[in-house]
């Protein structure tokens, strides 16, 4: 009787069991990211002052997968020693074919105040440091419909260090 009364309940978890697993399948799929470089640029201010500092922090993403993955976002604090954090959200939407690395530039600025001005020497060589995550959607049909339904959205952490040079040109206007 017990053997009966176990196989029961194997038959009736089973269903969940096989779900679970589907739902986990691919986890090993996702993205890889790699740092390659934070390039910042001083952004003069009246007079000729400098008044903030964009960054673009470049970022390959690579699919090791052998089906294509759609990215959503990327989640991101890049953190300049002495100057300031940023926190943002960029939207990547596109799809990364399989084992063909992508170069994206992530955006970043930091206003420089007056106190940080007179407390700094922007000659320096600044150290930078970039954490985050890359939320995307598992590959195929089952990928698909999870990410949809808002149940299952998984996300690459990366982070990423270095250091740098202020550029003290100012971008040419439109």
């Not at 976002?73 to 939207?91: C, I, Q």
């Not at 940080?116 to 990928?143: A, C, K, T």
Request: aromatic residues 6%; glycine residues 10%; negative net charge.
């Amino acid at each position: 009787m017990n053997v009966d009364h176990r196989s029961q309940i194997l038959v009736r978890l089973l269903p969940a069991l096989l779900l679970v697993a589907l739902a986990l399948g691919g986890c090993d799929s996702g993205p890889r990211l790699r740092t390659l470089e934070a390039r910042p640029v001083v952004i003069a201010g009246a007079e000729g002052s400098p008044d903030a500092v964009q960054y673009g922090i470049e970022v390959e993403i690579l699919n090791p997968s052998d089906k294509d993955v759609p990215l959503e976002r990327l989640d991101y604090t890049f953190t300049v020693k002495d100057v300031g954090v940023f926190e943002g959200r960029w939207a990547v939407f596109r799809t990364l074919p399989p084992g063909v690395p992508a170069n994206v530039v992530i955006p970043a600025s930091m206003v420089l105040s007056p106190e940080i001005l007179e407390d700094i020497d922007l000659d320096r060589v600044f150290s930078w440091r970039i954490e985050g995550g890359l939320r995307y959607q598992s590959p195929g049909l089952l990928g698909q419909i999870l990410f949809d339904a808002g149940i299952r959205r998984p996300t690459e952490d990366f982070t990423g260090s270095g250091t740098f040079r202020l550029d003290r040109s100012a971008p040419s206007e439109p």
